[in-house]
DNA sequence: TCAAAAGTGTTCGCTATACACCCATGG
DNA sequence: CCATGGGTGTATAGCGAACACTTTTGA
């Protein structure tokens, strides 16, 4: 038999954090999910997550979990709801701490169990174990939200890309079209696009300009509060 | 000594509720504070919360923590962020799920431990106990930006209210100054605030319109999403 | 030569903003 | 009568939105 050696007046939760990872594959949004390999819900998709460990925030462990499936230390990381229905898990009671992640599908190392780790589109995504269909919705409304107020979206496109991918990736997470004068007239009015020397001849189309974001003008805006209009 | 009867095969934190109190007394934003009686922090000012039981949410918590201290039941609620720093609280390892709620202060009565209980405008709250004070930065930064996506305002203020007081309001909450014949016309176009047969005269001023939320149109507007421009 | 995507500028309507005078009340 | 706050409308500038044709490339 196992051995129980923490002791508590009262009965404490199991706390986890679990990490939503967001990628763009120049189409769709996708997510990152783990087929689970063990009950409850074996055989289901989840997000990838784990128990917080005791001398550590809620941000290094989602953090952890996340580096566990990509390989990745320095992606874009945000905290967007707390889940604690008590019977959100069948086990016992388990509260779980959710976090985003933006990354670029391209730098995703297979992790720890690569196999069963696999990208699926948003309106792909399987009915998932525990609540985190209920995660999903979450964190979905919290990126739209967030990328009113901050140019998030560079996180998961490439250090360098086309006003086109650009675009896409807006579309992609506001379900909107946009017209292409006006996206790029608006994005390069914020000031906050640099335009490289110009490249790139995309699969067999005309040759397209690339840009990069441009950290430092928008470091600078944002003391003064503004916001990005869509 | 006390009774350890539960046990676990790893440590497991302590969670917590805290609930910031926002009100509103016509001029200035305030938070609801509790006076420590013990320690650690005995003496310094903290925001209502305590622990979570095992058969509740963390928001049947919140909202169970804002009755003891107001006498409040359908007040509006939101979480906002959890903390969860290894060394946040000296004693133990405690995990806080914090919300905060929007009241208004005429209906608050005084809780358990009313003698406690102090509202203190924004720029008037003292150094607080634990890490509450980045815990009311992150209220009111949340506060802010989410009055952009929903009229909350409307929770702070009586159920009839004149629009220099929603102004007011506004201004307190986003530290900015309208002008008032365009904050009038901003707010009436939105079409989500009903103009009562006109009353109310003020201490003693010129008589003032009186207005109310609309929830229903608000409603309808929502279906297809919309801005709150400010 | 055809299909697919990229580059480019103008017009129009709306909204944000700035702004000033008169009125009612109570002291 | 004076101080305080309330009600009200207009003019301007800037932004958002709609919109089409030409060019390049590879198949």
Redesign the pocket.
């Known amino acids: 038999m196992e051995e129980l050696k923490y002791h508590y007046k009262y009965p404490h939760p199991s706390v986890t954090t679990d990490c939503v990872i967001f990628g763009f594959d120049g189409t769709l949004l996708k997510v990152l999910l783990i087929e689970r390999g063990v009950e409850p819900f074996k055989g289901r998709w989840a997000f990838p997550g784990g128990f917080l460990k005791m001398d550590e925030s809620a941000l290094q462990g989602a953090k952890r979990e996340l580096y566990e499936e990509t390989g990745l230390k320095d992606a874009y990381i945000h905290q967007f709801h707390t889940f604690s229905a008590p019977d959100r898990d069948p086990r016992e009671r388990v509260i779980t701490i959710a976090y985003y992640a933006l990354v670029r599908i391209s730098e995703v190392k297979g992790g720890d169990d690569a196999a069963q780790a696999q990208w699926f589109p948003l309106d792909k995504v399987p009915s998932l174990a525990f609540d985190h269909d209920k995660i999903l919705r979450e964190a979905t409304q919290e990126l739209r939200r967030q990328i009113h107020f901050e140019p998030i979206g560079f996180e998961l496109l490439p250090s360098q890309f086309?006003?086109?991918?650009l675009q896409h990736l807006y579309e992609a997470i506001l379900s909107v079209k946009f017209?292409?004068?006006?996206f790029?007239?608006?994005m390069l009015?914020l000031g906050i696009l640099t335009q490289l020397e110009?490249t790139i001849?995309?699969?067999?189309?005309?040759?397209?300009?690339l840009y990069k974001f441009n950290a430092e003008s928008y470091n600078e805006m944002k003391e003064k509060g503004f916001r990005l209009?869509?």
């Open positions: 086309t006003m086109t991918q017209d292409r004068r006006n790029s007239n608006k009015k110009k001849t995309l699969p067999n189309k005309k040759e397209a300009f209009e869509f």
